[in-house]
């Protein structure tokens, strides 16, 4: 940096070297206002994009946590749904084999009158 005129900075760390840039420059020069103000735009700009970038990486642990959650309910769902599945295709076997009993054994209104007066 020795020789070299100071330009606008591109963050803290070269803000605070300024100083040591004047004295050891052939021709000492100050920066320009507009330069400091870049300095600290800069800087403003640079914790802004750290705090969303904060924000952002809370949010997407949030999200995790809730897909997470929701990953676990969806499974647990999907067994209760397999088992009730499984318990209906019993009961619909169970009819079946009922209805078969009923129709081959069952006495039908007409027999029934019939044995009335036996």
Known sequence: MQGAPLTACTGPAQAQRWPL?????????RPTMSELSLCVLSTQSLNEVSANLDGLSDSCARIFKVLSETKSSTNQLAADTERLQQAMEAVDVKVATVGQFLSQYQVSEDEVRSYRFL
């Open 21 to 29: 840039a004047v004295s050891n420059a052939a021709v000492p020069t």
